[in-house]
Nanobody
Framework: VQLQASGGGLVQAGGSARLSCEAS????????MAWFRQPPGNEREFVAA????????YYVGALKGRFTISRDNAKNTVYLQMNSLKPEDTATYYC??????????????????WGQGTQVTVSS
């Protein structure tokens, strides 16, 4: 499966952005999906994950309430809605697909496929 992330850009603090990750090559409903991010000079970190059918979601605690992961399997697309953005949310955001487990997982090594990343820059 190939993953194409989009929707990044420059956003003012307090603003919102929605990232999209479109899967091709195989229907996205075969995979649980996740978003990770990598701030400048830091390691990749987990943001959120969603099960194949969308019934289960998992967030890193600090972002729950501001970020929402969702999916539309008819469109083979996973979304990350980001609200009340802060400068510390500045990062390259990656989507990832896990073919093995329907339980959303937070470890990067659990994911088999990765998108190319989309940059989100939040200005103060």
């Amino acid at each position: 499966v190939q993953l194409q992330a989009s929707g990044g850009g420059l956003v003012q603090a307090g603003g919102s952005a929605r990232l999209s990750c479109e899967a091709s090559g195989r229907t996205s409903s075969s995979y649980s999906m996740a978003w990770f991010r990598q701030p400048p000079g830091n390691e990749r970190e987990f943001v959120a994950a969603i099960s194949r059918g969308g019934g289960s979601t998992y967030y890193v605690g600090a972002l729950k309430g501001r970020f929402t992961i969702s999916r539309d399997n008819a469109k083979n697309t996973v979304y990350l809605q980001m609200n009340s953005l802060k400068p510390e949310d500045t990062a390259t955001y990656y989507c990832a697909a896990d073919r093995s487990s329907d339980i959303p997982r937070r470890q990067p090594g659990s994911y088999d496929y990765w998108g190319q990343g989309t940059q989100v820059t939040v200005s103060s």
